[in-house]
Structures are given as structure tokens and as C-alpha cells.
């Protein structure tokens, strides 16, 4: 965070100090369990009372509407009155942010978010002070974390923001301010709180109201989904990017190799050559939507193309690994939709090379009400794109093999509820001559474990 004196706040927020001294803030919290350092703002409208809690991050500045008795704050709080304590954090937020003009890239997505994000993040750094999200890491309660890590020498900012429910995408823009939004796609998630695809999609769409007016949208311009958003009230500036033609940026000649994906980037008239490790052809989306957003901020292609050459492909990512009894193993656990789904079973194909391919599927969640029907879309991909054997593990996860099944699926099918008897069916079925997907999500313990456990050891 940039330094702030307590005066300096008094005025931004139209405070008034009541007790304690001068303080520089050097850190902000809106609740009790983000103050982890000393020398930290706090706006909270609850009265507090176990300041003991408190006291190892002592000297604190308390932003508060509530009034305290003299022997209820402890010397070393020093204490702002306001007249209300949210209009007051949201004040500081406009200030905070409009304090910077550098480019701020916000990044949504089903899938390829993360990646996306820290693709741009690498291509930047050797370039720019860089601040971002950690990882997946991009919950509402991270985002003041986040807009306080931009600080008086960053260059840039690029920021990954999910969607959970309604109104996220706008919650988020409140803190961030971008200049520059990503969409990378839009399949079905999170209908738990978004109740249908139109409702998610909507959500989605929120990226278009955030926006700075003069800023820039990048969009998959062949994600049908994306394609619904209506674009008519944005002003500023469309990206589009795939492998159509009409594409601003344009991705050809997409070819597999040894550690990843080979394809030209083709934008005003001139190719360029790009290598991105990491397999199969939504890496390439991924890898176009991070360079259209670096051009956008000054950089060029060939230096785009160089950084994404030393680019790590994220762990548990379809991550390719050798597997026990020879086989070779995808680790897929980072999270579990439709969408990459279809992509983890595209690459699954792609490097089988006639070996004997194994996909193990979990269940897939924050589908709410549309758990059925969405697990059913999963048994249709399995239908359509094809696998030796399937194995589902979950109660839930079981339909997808079932509607397969249904809908004509010959090869073997197994369902099981815990990864024990996964393993021991393994053991039996697969060798050096076999390929094993297994697709689940980072917060299934049974998949994390299993996928360890079918890794070579070491």
C-alpha cells in the first residue's frame, strides 16, 4: 500500500479524530480477521470488544461510527469518527485507486482465468512492476487486499475475477477500476447462485459495465456463450481473438509439440511464430487473449512470444506426468466444469498416439438445481469425444456414466464412491501402453489423493 498519515485520511474521508496520534497506515481491512499487521486502517461499523486480539498489531487506526468510552480503547488505537463507516471505506477505495493511471487488467472466465492471468503476469514482468492475483486466489474479501498492492512504483496491475453469484464482476469493479477486461469463455457454472445459463452469462457480462468507457474488452469471438453478451452500450474499445478471419488477433497452424502448443499469431497484416507450454487448443486462446492484452500496453509481439516460451504451466493443470505401472498420467484436479472438461478430453485424444485411454471423473459442483442436467452434458462429451474406459467417482459423478451408457457408449464403464477401489481396478487395467485423464476439482480430497497416489514414485 502507498503510505497514508492519519491526517491525510481525516480529509479523504471527512473524518474526524478523536483520540491517538499520528500514525502512517500502511495496510487496510474492512474486518477483524484481514488485520495482520501493525500500522493497519480498520473500517467497521461492529463495536469491538476483545481488543486483546488485537494487540499484536498494535499501533491501529479505527475508522467507526460508534462512540467509545474513554477505558474501552486501549492507547495505542488511534480513532477516526465518521458518519458512516461503509460510505467512508468507499471513499478511501475511489481515492485509493484514482490515485494510480496505469493499465489494470481484469480477467473472467469459466475457464482459463488463472492461466490467462498469469501468462500476462510473466510477459509483463521483465517489462513492468507488476502486481496480481495469487493463483486462483480472487474472492470478494481479497479484492482491498488486492487494490492495496498496487503501490507508488507499479507499472501495471492484473487482477483474476470470478464469478460466484450475480453482482461479483460489479463488486469487483468498484475496487479495480480496469482499463483492460478479459473474457476468455463462458460455459455452465455456478448455477447455484446464478439459478440458469442465461442468469451466469449475465454475470459474465458485468465485465463490459466495468470497464474504464475509453478502455479495452478482449473476447473470444468463437465462444458461443460470449457471443450473447450484449456489446451495444460499451464504448470503448473490442478485441476479438480466435482463429476465424475476421479475428483482430488470429491463431493458425495450431500444432502439438514436445511440451506444449506451436501456432502463428497473425495481427495487421504480419505472422509471428509463438510456442506455449501447456497442451491443447484452449492454451492457444489463453496465450492469444494474455498477448492482445500486453499489446495493448505497449509491448510487442516477438516479446510476448519470447516470455511465453519460459512460460511454467500451472500444477494439476493438465499437467502430463508419468503414472504407475508405466502409464503416462494428465493431472486435470485443478477444477472441474463442462468447458474444461471438453478440452481436457480434446488433449486426452490428442496424446494418446493409439495408447489406451483412461478418463477418471469426478463430480462437478456449484451446478445448484442443474446438477442432473449438467452431469448428464459431461456423459454426452464422453459419448461424443470418446474413451477406452471410464471411471466416475462421486454419487453424482455416476450419472455421467450412466447417460454415456444411454446414449450408446460401449467401452467399460466403472462408478465408485471412494478412490480405494479406483486404485486397486487401476493396478489391474493399465501399463506402459495406457493414458490416464483424471478430471476433478481442487477441493475434492478423494480426487487430490488419488491423483497423487497415481503418479510414478519416485
Known amino acids: ?111 482459463g482465468k488463472t492461466t490467462t492471468k498469469e501468462m500476462v503476469k510473466h510477459i509483463l514482468t521483465p517489462y513492468k512492476k507488476v502486481t496480481a492475483t495469487q493463483l486462483s486466489t480472487n474472492s470478494r474479501t481479497a479484492f482491498l487486499h488486492y487494490l492495496l498492492s498496487i503501490e507508488g512504483d507499479t507499472e501495471a496491475a492484473v487482477f483474476e475475477t470470478a464469478v460466484g453469484a450475480p453482482g461479483d464482476l460489479r463488486k469487483a469493479g468498484t475496487y479495480f477500476k480496469p482499463t483492460i477486461g478479459i473474457i476468455t469463455n463462458i460455459g455452465a457454472h455456478h448455477l447455484n447462485y446464478c439459478k440458469t445459463l442465461e442468469g451466469y452469462i449475465e454475470a459474465k457480462g458485468e ?58 499469431v497473425h495481427y495487421r497484416q504480419h505472422h509471428y511464430d509463438i510456442q506455449v507450454p501447456g497442451f491443447g487448443e484452449h492454451q492457444v486462446y489463453n496465450a492469444l487473449a494474455a498477448i492482445a492484452a500486453v499489446v495493448e500496453m505497449g509491448l510487442t509481439i516477438p516479446e510476448a512470444a519470447q516470455q511465453l516460451q519460459t512460460f511454467k504451466q500451472l500444477n494439476k493443470q493438465l499437467q502430463l506426468l508419468n503414472g504407475m505401472n508405466g502409464a503416462l498420467l494428465l493431472d486435470d484436479t485443478w477444477s472441474i466444469t463442462t468447458t474444461s472438461l471438453s478440452a481436457a478430453l480434446d488433449v486426452l485424444n490428442a496424446l494418446a498416439n493409439r495408447k489406451k485411454r483412461v478418463a477418471i471423473i469426478g463430480t462437478i459442483t456449484d451446478v445448484g438445481s442443474w446438477g442432473y442436467t449438467i452431469h448428464e452434458q459431461a456423459g454426452e462429451l464422453i459419448y461424443k469425444k470418446g474413451v477406452d474406459v471410464l471411471i466416475t467417482v462421486g454419487e453424482h459423478a455416476k450419472i455421467i456414466g450412466d447417460y454415456a451408457v444411454k446414449l450408446g457408449f460401449q467401452q467399460p464403464v466403472y462408478s465408485f464412491k471412494n478412490s480405494i477401489l479406483v486404485y486397486d481396478l487401476l493396478k489391474d487395467i493399465v501399463d506402459s501402453n495406457t493414458i490416464i485423464l483424471i478430471k476433478g476439482d481442487m477441493y475434492s480430497k478423494t480426487m487430490i489423493e488419488l491423483a497423487s497416489n497415481l503418479r510414478k514414485k519416485s
Open 207 to 264: 465485465m463490459v459495465e466495468i470497464i474504464d468507457p475509453n478502455g479495452t474488452l478482449i473476447i473470444n469471438a468463437e465462444d458461443e456463450n460470449t457471443k450473447k453478451i450484449d456489446l451495444q452500450k460499451f464504448r470503448g474499445k473490442i478485441i476479438r481473438i480466435g482463429k476465424d478471419a475476421s479475428c483482430d488477433f488470429r491463431a493458425s497452424d495450431l500444432k502439438y509439440c514436445a511440451n506444449g502448443m506451436q501456432f502463428k
Open 1 to 111: 500500500m502507498k503510505p497514508l498519515s492519519v491526517k491525510q485520511l481525516c480529509t479523504i474521508i471527512s473524518g474526524e479524530l478523536v483520540q491517538g496520534e499520528e500514525v502512517i497506515i500502511q495496510y487496510g481491512a474492512y474486518r477483524l480477521k484481514q488485520v495482520k499487521h501493525k500500522n493497519t486502517v480498520l473500517f467497521i461499523e461492529k463495536r469491538i470488544v476483545k481488543w486483546k486480539e488485537l494487540a499484536t498489531y498494535f499501533p491501529i487506526v479505527l475508522v467507526t461510527e460508534l462512540s467509545y468510552g474513554f477505558r474501552e480503547l486501549p492507547q495505542q488505537v488511534t480513532v477516526i469518527r465518521v458518519k458512516r463507516s461503509e460510505e467512508a471505506f468507499w471513499k478511501f477505495i475511489n481515492y485509493y485507486r484514482h490515485q494510480f493511471q496505469l493499465p489494470v487488467v481484469a480477467i473472467t472466465g469459466t475457464a
